[in-house]
Nanobody, 117 residues
């Protein structure tokens, strides 16, 4: 059974940093597009960043220059380095694995990130 397990969330002050990790299991990790989404209270889930199997990345405009997505195909893990955090980054962050041709999408359980003084 495919599993995605996020970790690294928590409470941080504005301007601080966090690094999220998403470890996967039972997934042919290298062929999937990996992404981070977030959902704030009362808002729709939105794409934060994505990385292809080849390492190409894209980011939401709101996080460009502050967040960096990366993947380690040897460890079947994707990361999200978040710097210069703002209160508006507060949300539950979800890891996602998608393969469109195979029509497969998987989600993690989410990890809470709270940015507050």
């Amino acid at each position: 059974q495919v599993q995605l397990a996020e970790s690294g969330g928590g409470l941080v002050q504005p301007g601080g940093s966090l690094r999220l990790s998403c470890a996967t299991s039972e997934l042919i990790f290298g062929i999937y597009v990996m992404a981070w989404y977030r959902q704030a209270p009362g808002k729709q889930r939105e794409l934060v960043a994505a990385i292809t199997s080849g390492g190409s990345t894209n980011y939401a405009d709101s996080v460009k220059g502050r967040f960096t997505i990366s993947r380690d195909n040897a460890k079947d893990t994707v990361y999200l380095q978040m710097n210069s955090l703002k209160p508006e980054d507060t949300a539950v962050y979800y890891c996602n694995a998608e393969h469109r041709q195979l029509q497969r999408t998987y989600w993690g359980q989410g990890t809470q990130v709270t940015v507050s003084s």
